[in-house]
């Protein structure tokens, strides 16, 4: 069974860090386009940071400096470490794998950050 299960968010303070994990079964990430989204009630889901197919890294430029992802081959685990964190990256997160319209995506983890 292909699944996604996000953990790791949580109410942090700005200036603060946290770490969201992703657990992957049934699929692999170390193949494909692997990322993490976010999106705030009432707004588009947003790119944040990616793994392209070729394994090199995008990220949102509101994250660059602040965000990296990451990722375990053998644990079969996709990471965000998330520093210097901002009201405005309060969110639900999410992890996907895949394109549109062969895609996966976790159930999502909360994140808030207070000022």
């Known amino acids: 069974q292909v699944q996604l299960v996000e953990s790791g968010g949580g109410l942090v303070q700005a200036g603060g860090s946290l770490r969201l994990s992703c657990a992957a079964s049934g699929m692999r990430v170390s193949i494909g386009v692997m990322g993490w989204y976010r999106q705030v009630l009432g707004k588009q889901r947003e790119l944040v940071a990616t793994?392209?197919?070729?394994?090199?890294?995008n990220y949102a430029d509101s994250v660059k400096g602040r965000f990296t992802i990451s990722r375990d081959n053998v644990k079969n685990m996709l990471y965000l470490q998330m520093n210097s964190l901002k009201p405005e990256d309060t969110a639900v997160y999410y992890c996907?794998?895949?394109?549109?319209?062969?895609?996966?995506w976790g159930q999502g983890t909360q994140v808030t950050v207070s000022s």
């Open positions: 793994f392209t197919r070729g394994g090199s890294t």
């Open positions: 996907k794998k895949g394109t549109w319209p062969n895609e996966y």
